[in-house]
């Protein structure tokens, strides 16, 4: 029936994310950004080695800055770069994102950064969920390797993208769907129902500053 969970938390003052698991089982994998308030960022080096020792596999979120997707020369160059460091540092896949000028996926950003992970696990993240057409767009990711994708079919929250998710699932590529955003519990069976291979869960905490951040 695939996967469910993701629990999210802080390590060393950044968001993580402990996932995909079925329930009632441990955590099989990590996926690890900076701001999640943002939807995430980069996380540094030091970050990614501290959840690499924990001993569970880590997916590590590759996205230079907030905002939209559609990245520049120099930006997609960095994030190559992260993705080299992230493989060193023992990650077991990247969590990337990049779409052109018309806003559907590109495809030479995309080879490139696939290419840097050297082999290992690529998810695209829900940079998926603002393409114009994303059934054409899951047919692309499938010819270029990508091995699952982050989505909530659209939607502001991911059981209202049901329908979508399901005709998804129903295309047949390959690329593992997996259904987040906005997602709440209730929500996980009729997803699963649908078909996808894994659902994206965050259960943060806020807490309070140790101390003041200081004036401006």
Known sequence: VG???EISGTVGGSAWLAGPTV?????????????????????????IEQVVAVGLPV???????AGGFQHDADEIALMAVDVRHAVRA?????????LDARGDVDRDAVARLRDAADGRDVTFHRALDVVPDRL??????ADLGVRRVLTSG??????????ELAAMVREETGVEIMAGGGLRAQDVAPL?????DAVHLS???ERDDRGPAGPG
Do not use: M, N, Y
Not at 27 to 41: M, S
Not at 59 to 65: A, E, I, K
Not at 154 to 163: H, K
């Open 3 to 5: 996967s469910v969970g």
């Open 23 to 47: 329930a009632g089982q441990t955590p099989t994998a990590f996926r690890i950004g900076e701001l999640a308030a943002t939807g995430g960022l980069t996380p540094s080096l030091g970050t």
């Open 59 to 65: 997916h590590v979120l590759v996205r230079p800055r």
């Open 90 to 98: 023992g990650a077991s896949g990247v969590v990337v994102g990049v």
């Open 136 to 141: 054409a767009a899951l047919r692309t990711l």
């Open 154 to 163: 659209g939607a502001a929250r991911t059981i209202l993208g049901l329908d």
């Open 192 to 196: 699963l129902v649908a078909g996808v």
């Open 203 to 205: 259960a943060s905490v």
